[in-house]
């Protein structure tokens, strides 16, 4: 087992991850999540398809922490990141694993020679997989999750194809982190512009209760909220049965 990755690399690369033009139109393409949020799964699942693409790897995989901090499947962008994935949780054992507790890199160039693990190497091998990287996923000084790319094959990622798996599980963690205050902040001005209509409502609904019944809109409102409070009803509910004339209410019942 190795903590990071020495030079060179058994197999030739998809794109070189020092292409200007190959990262560069990767990260355009990752800068989208922020111009138009994506759930956290989705970024994750980009994070996934990125790696395959930049990396002499072959699947890839994502592991979370839920609230209780137990790791669980994310998401994978083919059969091979979904195997190792499966076969970590159902043996609670694995490089990527290791990773997510130590908050660490984990490097397996090749699984058949490696000893680490030997119920998870056993059945990974068997799954068809010869080689995995774990990529641990930061927030500050908390592991969120990890990255796990895979491949097929014996695979020697360089010091460069580490750095670079690193650099997108990090911008990944940004981005979900901006993903879930966007949804925060909308479902908040969601709630304030309900409150406002609310609000609209409950006035209008004031307001034809104090010409009809000849009373200040204070009383009219004591009227409305009496009447809601009694038949269990929401207070906008009642204000808008007001305003289109199915409720006539009386200040002395607070009912029809």
């Known amino acids: 087992m190795m903590q990071s990755g020495d030079e060179g690399a058994a197999m030739a690369s998809p794109e070189d991850p020092t292409s200007p033009s190959a990262l560069g139109s990767v990260l355009v393409d990752f800068a989208s999540a922020v111009a138009h949020p994506e759930t956290p799964t989705e970024i994750l699942h980009r994070l ?34 979904c195997a190792i994935e499966e076969i970590e949780l159902e043996l609670r054992e694995g490089p990527c694993l290791e990773a997510l507790n130590r908050g660490q890199q984990i490097a397996i160039p090749d699984l058949t020679e490696d000893t680490s693990y030997p119920a998870f190497n056993e059945r990974a091998v068997a799954a068809g997989l010869k080689a995995i990287y774990a990529v641990p996923l930061h927030l500050r000084d908390q592991t969120l999750g990890v990255v796990d790319l895979v491949a097929s094959q014996p695979a020697q990622l360089g010091d460069t194809d580490l750095a ?40 209008q609904a004031k307001g034809r209760l104090s010409a009809w019944l000849e009373i200040d809109t204070g009383e009219a409102f004591e009227v409305l909220r009496d009447y809601a409070r009694a038949h269990r009803r929401p207070l906008r509910e009642v204000a808008e049965q007001v305003i289109v004339g199915k409720l006539r209410l009386k200040p002395e019942l607070g009912d029809r």
Do not use: H, W
């Open 164 to 203: 670079t798996a690193q650099m997108l599980a990090d911008i990944a963690v940004a981005y979900v982190v901006n993903s879930r205050a966007y949804t925060e902040q909308a479902e908040l001005s969601k709630q304030l512009q309900e409150a406002l209509n609310s609000r609209v409502v409950i006035e």
């Open 48 to 81: 996934a398809r990125y790696c395959t693409m930049l990396l002499p790897v072959e699947g890839a995989g994502v592991l979370l922490r839920d609230s209780e901090g137990v790791a669980r499947f994310a998401t994978a962008n083919d059969e091979l990141g």
